[in-house]
């Protein structure tokens, strides 16, 4: 497997929300790494550590 499988995967999975209708785009599914990442203001393919999950816990409220 490389990176492009990797990151195929990912985005697979973090659009499985918006394709059931839960949400418009991924980063709005409160449970998901494109929401880490975008309220982290991460780029696609950064490394999620430990403590960028804490910021998307205590903004979960405003997910809508």
Not at 34 to 47: E, I, T
Request: hydrophobic content about 40%.
């Amino acid at each position: 497997r490389d990176v492009e499988e990797m990151e195929r995967i990912i985005l697979y999975i973090e659009a499985n929300p918006v394709k059931a209708g839960l949400v418009d785009s991924p980063e709005k599914w409160v449970f998901s790494s494109a929401a880490v990442r975008h309220r982290a203001k991460l780029d696609f393919g950064c490394p999620l550590l430990k403590e960028h999950w804490p910021r998307m816990e205590r903004s979960a409220g405003k997910v809508g």
